[in-house]
């Protein structure tokens, strides 16, 4: 049957790529906007243009730091996982 959810139940659970994610989510929703008021009063001195380049290089720098992250995980090794879901 399709519909089992077997394959859920076999994957297993890894806490950390949860974790990762959260981590990531969090840069996500606060580097950016962090990243436009300070450049908007420190560094570029009220150029509200400067300051939202500047964030969206930020975003950007975020999303690709986990791609590599998630691309440089290993796979769950199947023996070990095997262990685990018996």
Same mark, same amino acid.
């Given at each position: 049957?399709? *519909?089992?959810?077997? +394959?859920?139940?076999q !994957? *297993?659970? !890894?806490?950390?790529?949860? &974790?990762?994610?959260?981590? %990531?989510?969090?840069l996500?929703?606060?580097?950016?906007?962090?990243?436009? %008021?300070?450049?908007?009063? &420190?560094?570029?001195? *009220?150029?509200?243009?400067?300051?939202?380049?500047?964030?969206? +290089?930020?975003? /950007?720098? $975020?999303? $690709?730091?986990?791609?590599? $992250?998630? %691309?440089?995980?290993?796979?769950?090794?199947?023996?070990?996982?095997?262990? =685990? /879901? =018996?």
């Open positions: 049957m399709p *519909g089992t959810g077997k +394959m859920a139940a !994957q *297993g659970y !890894q806490p950390a790529v949860l &974790y990762k994610l959260l981590i %990531f989510a969090l996500m929703a606060i580097a950016p906007i962090a990243t436009y %008021f300070a450049s908007l009063h &420190y560094i570029w001195k *009220g150029s509200t243009i400067a300051a939202a380049i500047s964030a969206v +290089m930020v975003a /950007n720098a $975020v999303l $690709v730091g986990y791609v590599v $992250v998630a %691309f440089r995980e290993d796979p769950p090794d199947p023996i070990t996982m095997d262990k =685990k /879901n =018996k």
